[in-house]
């Protein structure tokens, strides 16, 4: 690396991580929905043949990686990968990749349109992967109450529902706010009712907005509600927990 000072939070937001071995990261990726086509895999795997070791590992967030590349290979994958129409993942404190499940577009048991619900998160209302925030926060889509994406435990979980209060018991999305993993994980709390698409995203919009100009830098959502009560987040974001 000929004495080359690295800028490994900048390389975060291109998508390479730093790994334990030194001079060596990992490429992270992501596509909408997690939905990679089949030039997309050709490439991937060209790119680990030729510049790493041959491997890709997924990732829980419904990326793939690709481990073992060299420093200096960087800028030159960078530019394969963005001509192949491949997007680079984040790490660091920032918005990560919304993930979904595939809903009611092949699943039996799908309720909602979990591709259309990721695509208005992303590009109707701009919040979107890689987004500066004070630390790591996930949003996740589930297209019915099984909860494959696991809604419960992300700082935004979403899950398709039937509203059984509703006269043509209407489907909707059911919420989950403040849950999240790592090393104190916390189970999130319900919104009290099933919401239409619409107020879904009016709702990520204000907890994402709130987040934002309220937490301390690497404060997980969950730590933030309970530092100044749930019933002040709720009536802040103007919303009812179950």
Request: aromatic residues 8%; hydrophobic residues 35%; proline residues 3%.
């Amino acid at each position: 690396m000929d004495g080359k000072k690295i800028d490994y939070d900048t390389l975060k937001k291109r998508g390479f991580l730093q790994e334990k071995e030194e001079g060596l990261f990992t490429l992270r990726t992501r596509m909408p929905a997690g939905n990679y086509d089949s030039s997309h895999l050709e490439k991937l795997s060209e790119i680990a043949d030729e510049y790493a070791r041959g491997m890709v590992h997924l990732t829980v967030r419904q990326g793939i990686e690709v481990p073992f590349i060299k420093y200096e290979d960087i800028d030159k994958i960078e530019a394969e990968i963005n001509k192949a129409g491949i997007t680079a993942g984040i790490s660091g404190p920032r918005l990560r990749a919304t993930t979904a499940c595939p809903g009611n577009n092949w699943c039996k048991r799908g309720l909602v349109d979990t591709f259309t619900l990721f695509d208005r998160i992303e590009n109707e209302k701009g919040i979107k992967c890689a987004m500066d925030l004070p630390h790591k926060f996930k949003i996740v889509v589930s297209g019915c109450p099984n909860m494959c994406t696991r809604a419960e435990v992300s700082e935004i979980g979403i899950h398709g529902a039937v509203d059984i209060n509703h006269p043509e018991k209407r489907t909707g999305y059911a919420v989950y706010l403040g849950g999240c993993g790592g090393r104190a994980p916390r189970t999130g709390f319900k919104l009290s009712k099933v919401y239409t698409e619409d107020e879904v995203l009016d709702i990520i919009e204000k907890v994402v907005k709130f987040f934002k100009e309220n937490a301390k830098s690497r404060q997980r959502l969950a730590l933030l509600i309970e530092e100044i009560g749930r019933d002040n987040f709720l009536k802040a974001i103007g919303e009812e927990a179950e």
